[in-house]
């Protein structure tokens, strides 16, 4: 048979075939997208997520919904997502666990990788030590002397295993030589909680979950475990200044597909992305959450982000301790 007789034969079903993919493409979302948070609601990732998928919603009249799969420190709900359909409708908010993991566990994907890139929800908000108010502690001194008078007395709450609660944690221990306890909870909200409670006499905890807390009398702030004070806690000395080098956590919120999924339906989660995080409607809500909207927000500029922060999550297992499992 000869090209011209293949051509009219098959040539009409190439078109159609392309057309059908452009349709598509040009009319995707036509489903509901469903963001995968890695840690329980009320945490670091689940709030911005919500925001984001509620203004993104009411923007495009899309619809968004917040799906929680909890587990192995953020790698259940990443794995998921790393195995499902790159049709742009299961998408995984990712944080700064995704990087930190990698140093500490053993986990089915690498985060860049394996993963399409969408860009940084937020960036921030700094983590920082509260203690339940009930306790006596006014400083970090004092909290330190009972650690090391009582040591099994104290357990600080933790959103589990190479989270920056629980780096954060070891650091501590072994800058101060005391042996406070790790209780793991599924997300950082719950480990929150857990001081408020009383169940535990502390946590590192970012400054999302703490500051309701310290605002209600339920927790004591006592220092920042970042290199720079809080504006709204200027009182509040940051670790370093009492004498504890190396704490820098401060946390970040991204959105990434899995790995295949179409650029045009990356670009336009980008392009919406973009334009949501940069309305007041979401900058209101998430600013007093110490967390600050990302500039020149593109999938490049997140992989180099998390590339910088894969090496920073290295010097640090190795400042608390571990010995990472990658360099």
Do not use: C
Request: aromatic letters at 8%; hydrophobic letters at 45%.
């Amino acid at each position: 048979m000869s090209y011209h007789r293949v051509f009219a034969v098959l040539g009409p079903i190439f078109i159609a075939l392309a057309h059908s993919a452009a349709a598509e493409a040009q009319t995707y979302p036509t489903r509901p997208i469903t963001l995968v948070v890695p840690f329980a609601p009320g945490g670091l990732s689940d709030v911005p997520a919500r925001i984001f998928g509620a203004i993104t919603q009411e923007r495009t009249r899309a619809t968004f919904v917040v799906e929680n799969k909890t587990g192995a420190s953020g790698v259940v709900g990443a794995t998921h997502v790393l195995r499902a359909e790159p049709d742009g409708y299961t998408l995984l908010v990712n944080a700064l666990a995704d990087v930190q993991n990698m140093h500490y566990l053993t986990v089915p994907y690498d985060p860049i990788r394996d993963f399409a890139l969408i860009g940084q929800m937020t960036q921030g908000p700094p983590l920082v030590l509260i203690v339940d108010a009930k306790m006596p502690y006014k400083n970090v001194a004092e909290l330190i002397a009972d650690a090391k008078a009582n040591p099994t007395k104290i357990s600080f709450s933790t959103s589990g295993p190479a989270t920056s609660p629980a780096i954060a944690l070891t650091q501590l221990n072994t800058l101060a030589d005391t042996k406070i306890q790790d209780v793991p909870y599924r997300g950082s909200g719950e480990a929150a909680g857990a001081v408020a409670s009383g169940a535990v006499q502390g946590t590192f905890t970012f400054l999302t979950g703490a500051k309701p807390l310290v605002d209600n009398g339920k927790a004591r702030v006592l220092a920042i475990a970042y290199p720079d004070r809080i504006a709204s806690w200027p009182e509040v000395p940051t670790m370093a200044e009492l004498g504890f080098a190396g704490f820098h956590h401060a946390g970040f919120v991204g959105l990434a597909a899995p790995s295949k999924t179409p650029m045009n339906i990356i670009n336009w989660l980008n392009k919406e992305l973009n334009e949501t995080i940069n309305s007041s409607a979401f900058k209101q809500r998430v600013e007093p959450l110490g967390m600050t909207i990302p500039s020149d927000n593109t999938p490049e500029k997140f992989a180099d982000y998390m590339r910088r922060e894969i090496e920073r999550q290295a010097a640090l297992a190795k400042l608390s301790g571990h010995a990472p499992l990658r360099p």
